[in-house]
């Protein structure tokens, strides 16, 4: 009877890590199609004035991004190389898009 009860814990356990994982992993994966997204939309525009408003909310999806990474190695979602080069793709893309 112990056995079954421990059983039944554990299932529940995985299921709400697995529920928990899923959000952050998903999350990460809508950000990056966001902030790509962006870079394209900043990349056609030609005005200066839409151009500064479009680096700016580039730049907080770009610094959510890191967030939600960060938060995910934390987590244990996912490993901190992984990480690294994720965060590394990605600065490296807005940064070769800006150009100072």
């Known amino acids: 009877m112990f056995k079954k009860q421990r059983n039944r814990k554990?299932?529940?356990?995985?299921?709400?890590?697995?529920?928990?994982?899923?959000?952050y992993s998903s999350t990460m994966k809508t950000l990056s199609k966001l902030f790509k997204l962006k870079i394209k939309t900043l990349q056609n525009i030609s005005d200066a004035e839409e151009k500064a408003k479009e680096k700016v909310a580039t730049l907080n999806i770009l610094k959510n991004l890191y967030?939600?990474?960060d938060k995910s190695v934390k987590k244990g979602v996912i490993h901190k190389n992984t990480a690294a080069r994720k965060k590394s793709s990605a600065g490296k893309l807005y940064f070769s898009t800006i150009q100072y």
Request: no cysteine; aromatic share 0%.
């Open 67 to 69: 967030s939600i990474i």
């Open 10 to 23: 554990i299932v529940a356990q995985n299921n709400r890590n697995r529920i928990i994982n899923k959000r």
